[in-house]
C-alpha cells in the first residue's frame, strides 16, 4: 500500500488524506477519550451528524490542528471492514488461562486469498490498537449488509449514513489509495462467512480481557436480545457489563449505540407474525414499514419534502383520521367493555424542531378537523355541551374536538391549579367514559355520555419539560400517550420533491350495531389472543412495568388508526403488525423523554446544591467574622490603655472563643489599633 508524505506521518495523520478530497465525502469532528471510547466532538449538532462538513471546512481543520480527530460519514454507498486485533481468554481446564491474539486484518487477507485475489488497492487506514479499516464503494445490485466474522468477531463488516471511520488525527495513519468498488469475490466470500457464523451455535468468542471498544456490545447485545429482557433490565445489565470491563466504553455512546441497532426491548411476535415482523423491522428508520402501503409511503415523502419527521407527520395524520370517526364506533369489549378510539399524541422535540410544522402538513393530508386550545377539566365540556335556558335542558352542540397545547407547560400550569380536575378527566375522556361534574347549580351540571363524543389531543412537548407528565404514571397519563419524535436523524442531505397529492377520503363501517347503538370495529384472532395473553399475565401480578400498562389498548387503536387510514373496516394482523412498529417509535421517543427528564432533573438538583451550599458558606463566613469580631473587642477592653503579655490575655479570652483568638489579635495589629512588643501586647 502507498502512502505519501503529505498526508501521514509516524504519529498519525494531521489533514485529510488526498484521496477524500472531494465532494462526494463529508466528515465530522470527533473526539478519543482515555478509555478509547470514540464519540462526536462536544456540542455537534444532530443535522452535522447526519450531513457532516466538506473535507477544507475550517471546523475540520481547526479539529486536526488542535490535535483532533476528523471522521468520514461511510454513507449508504461506502461498506468498510473494520479489522480489530482482540485478545481472547481460553479455560484450558488448569488454572491458567489461555491467551488467544486473532487479528481481523490476517482474516481479511484470508479471505482474499481463499477468493483468489490479491489484497485489493482500495483505501484504508491503520488503527492505534493496530487494527486497520478498509473502505471500499458498494456494489448497487449486491449491497453487503452488517455483520461480523472470525472467531472472535474480529472482522466487521458497517455500511450506512449513521456509520463513522475516523480517518484522520493522532494515531491513525491512511493510505492514499481512491476507494474501489468492492471485488465481487471478496463480497461472495463475505457473505459467506457472515452467514455461516450468523448459523453457527454459541457466541462466538468467550469473555474478552481487551482489544476492541465493541467487545462489550457484541456479547452483551446477544445475551440480552436471546433471554428477551424489557428495556429498564436491559439497560442496567448492559450498564454493569461494561463497568467490568477494563477499558470501559462511554456510557451515553454504549446507551444511544443500543438504542439505534435496537438491541432494547425486542417487540414480542405472535403466531404466523413471525416472517412479516422481520421485514417491517429492519435496520435504517423502519424502511420496509414505510413501504408497507402507499398511504404510509405517501405521509413519509411528504414530511422528507417539507423537511419535517415522518413519525410526526403520521402521529398527527392518525389522529386527525380518528377525529373524523363517529364516536359511536368502538373496539370490541375484549377485556371488560368497549374501548373508545379516542387518541393521545405527543410530538416531542426542543424548540425550532419541527413539531408545528409536522402538524400543518398533517392538516394538507386530513383537512377540515375542528381544534381548541386545552383549558380545564369543567371548560373542556363546553367544547360539547351546554345549558339552553330557554328550552331548560342540556345541548350538546359538538361530537368532535381535537385539543391541543403547542407546549406541554400549558398543561402543567392547568394541571398545577388549585383543585385541578384536567388530568383526570382526559384520563376518562382517553377512555369514551361518561364526563361530568356534580355541581349544585343545574346550569353548571353539564355532562357527556359514555361513547357521546370523540376527544383527542396533541400535545407539543420540550423532551426536558415533561417531567410532570411521566410523573403522574401512577394514574396512568403517560401511557395513554403515544410518543413521536419530531426529529428526524436520517433526513437526506438532499431535499426530495414532493410526492403527487393525495387526500385521505372520509371513511365509512361496516355497518353492525349493537345494545346502545353502538357500532364495533372487528378485530382478527390474532388481536384477540394477544390481548387476552397480557390480560391473563396482569390478572396473575406477572406484568410490572409501570408505563407499559395500558400498552396493548394503545396498539389495538394505533391499528384501528391505520386500518381506517387505508379505508379498511375491520382491523386485520397486518394493522397490528405495523400498530407494533408504531409502539416502538413511541417506547424509544419516551425513552428519550426519560432520559431528559432525568438529566434535567440531575442538573437542577446540582444547581440547587451548589446555591445551597453557597448560601452556607456565605453564613458560615458571616458567623466567623463576627466571632473574630467579637475577641478583638474583648481584647481592647482587656488592654485598656495599658498592656500585657500575649499569655496573659489568651487565657482571659473565653474557652469557646480561643479558636479565634489569633485572628482577632492580628486584626487589631493590623488595623493599628495595637502593636506587638516581643511577648507583650500594647493597645494603641
Known amino acids: 500500500m502507498s502512502q505519501t508524505d503529505n498526508t501521514s506521518s509516524a504519529s498519525g495523520n494531521a489533514i485529510i488524506p488526498q484521496c477524500l478530497r472531494g465532494p462526494a465525502f463529508r466528515f465530522v469532528p470527533f473526539q478519543i477519550k482515555e478509555s478509547g471510547a470514540k464519540a462526536p466532538a462536544t456540542g455537534t449538532p444532530p443535522e452535522v451528524m447526519r450531513d457532516g462538513y466538506p473535507w477544507d471546512d475550517p471546523v475540520i481543520t481547526r479539529c486536526l490542528e488542535r490535535g483532533g480527530h476528523a471522521a468520514l460519514i461511510l454513507g449508504d454507498g461506502r461498506v468498510e471492514a473494520d479489522c480489530d486485533v482482540k485478545v481472547g481468554i481460553r479455560e484450558d481446564g488448569s488454572n491458567t488461562a489461555t491467551y488467544t491474539v486473532v487479528s481481523g486484518a490476517a482474516l481479511y487477507e484470508k479471505l482474499c486469498a481463499d477468493a483468489g485475489i490479491a489484497v485489493p488497492e482500495t483505501f484504508e487506514v491503520s488503527t492505534p490498537s493496530g487494527g486497520k479499516a478498509v473502505i471500499f464503494t458498494q456494489d448497487a445490485a449486491h449491497p453487503l449488509r452488517h455483520g461480523a466474522i472470525g472467531e472472535h468477531r474480529e472482522l466487521e463488516i458497517r455500511t450506512g449514513e449513521r456509520k463513522y471511520r475516523v480517518v484522520a488525527g493522532p494515531g491513525y495513519v491512511p493510505n492514499d489509495s481512491a476507494m474501489m468498488p468492492i471485488p465481487a469475490p471478496l463480497r461472495i466470500a463475505v457473505e459467506g462467512q457472515m452467514a455461516a457464523a450468523s448459523a453457527s451455535p454459541g457466541d462466538g468468542g468467550g469473555d474478552y480481557a481487551q482489544g476492541g471498544e465493541n467487545n462489550a456490545m457484541f456479547v452483551a447485545f446477544k445475551a440480552l436480545g436471546q433471554i428477551g429482557m424489557n428495556e429498564a433490565e436491559a439497560r442496567r445489565a448492559l450498564l454493569a457489563f461494561n463497568i467490568a470491563l477494563d477499558s470501559p466504553m462511554d ?129 373542556l365540556l363546553h367544547q360539547f355541551t351546554h345549558w339552553d335556558a330557554e328550552a331548560k335542558e342540556y345541548v350538546q352542540h359538538r361530537v368532535a374536538a381535537m385539543l391541543t397545547a403547542e407546549e406541554a407547560d400549558t398543561v402543567k400550569a392547568l394541571k398545577d391549579r388549585s383543585s385541578s380536575t384536567i388530568l383526570p378527566t382526559l384520563r376518562s375522556a382517553w377512555m369514551g367514559e361518561r364526563l361530568g361534574f356534580a355541581y349544585a347549580d343545574p346550569t353548571k351540571r353539564l355532562h357527556l355520555d359514555r361513547h357521546a363524543y370523540r376527544l383527542c389531543m396533541m400535545l407539543g412537548v420540550q423532551p426536558s419539560r415533561a417531567g410532570f407528565l411521566l410523573d403522574d404514571a401512577g394514574a396512568g397519563t403517560p401511557q395513554r400517550i403515544l410518543w413521536f419524535s419530531a426529529n428526524d436523524p436520517d433526513a437526506p442531505a438532499v431535499q426530495p420533491d414532493e410526492p403527487k397529492p393525495w387526500v385521505w377520503k372520509e371513511w365509512e363501517p361496516a355497518r353492525g350495531l349493537v345494545l346502545g347503538g353502538l357500532e364495533t370495529l372487528p378485530v382478527c384472532e390474532a388481536i384477540r389472543s394477544e390481548v387476552d395473553a397480557d390480560r391473563i399475565a396482569r390478572v396473575k401480578g406477572r406484568a410490572t412495568q409501570l408505563l407499559e400498562g395500558h400498552a396493548m389498548l394503545a396498539r389495538e387503536k394505533a391499528a384501528a388508526a391505520l386500518a381506517i387510514l387505508a379505508q379498511r373496516t375491520s382491523v386485520g394482523n397486518e394493522d397490528w403488525q405495523l400498530a407494533e412498529v408504531l409502539m416502538s417509535m413511541s417506547r424509544s421517543t419516551r425513552t428519550v423523554v426519560e432520559e431528559a427528564v432525568a438529566e434535567a432533573r440531575a442538573t437542577e438538583s446540582k444547581a440547587r446544591g451548589q446555591a445551597d451550599g453557597y448560601r452556607s458558606a456565605a453564613a458560615e463566613d458571616v458567623r466567623v467574622r463576627a466571632a473574630i469580631a467579637r475577641v478583638a473587642a474583648r481584647l481592647l477592653r482587656l488592654l485598656g490603655e495599658g498592656s500585657a503579655a500575649r499569655s496573659e490575655l489568651r487565657k482571659r479570652v473565653a474557652q469557646r472563643d480561643r479558636q479565634w483568638f489569633d485572628e482577632a489579635l492580628q486584626s487589631l495589629i493590623d488595623s493599628g489599633r495595637a502593636r506587638r512588643n516581643g511577648s507583650h501586647i500594647t493597645a494603641a
Open 251 to 379: 456510557e451515553d455512546r454504549l446507551l444511544s449505540t443500543a438504542l439505534r441497532e435496537g438491541f432494547f426491548g425486542p417487540p414480542e411476535i405472535p403466531p404466523g407474525g413471525m416472517e412479516w415482523a422481520a421485514r417491517v423491522t429492519v435496520e435504517g428508520g423502519h424502511a420496509e414499514f414505510w413501504d408497507a402501503r402507499p398511504e404510509l409511503r405517501y405521509i413519509h415523502d411528504l414530511a422528507r419534502a417539507r423537511r419535517v419527521s415522518p413519525q410526526a407527520v403520521l402521529g398527527a395524520v392518525l389522529e386527525r383520521v380518528i377525529m373524523k370517526v363517529d364516536p359511536k364506533v368502538v373496539l370490541p369489549p375484549l377485556v371488560g367493555s368497549h374501548a373508545s378510539l379516542n387518541l393521545f399524541i405527543a410530538l416531542t422535540g426542543k424548540p425550532g424542531s419541527g413539531k408545528g410544522g409536522a402538524l400543518q402538513v398533517a392538516t394538507e393530508v386530513v383537512p377540515e378537523v375542528y381544534t381548541a386550545g386545552l383549558g380545564s377539566g369543567e371548560g
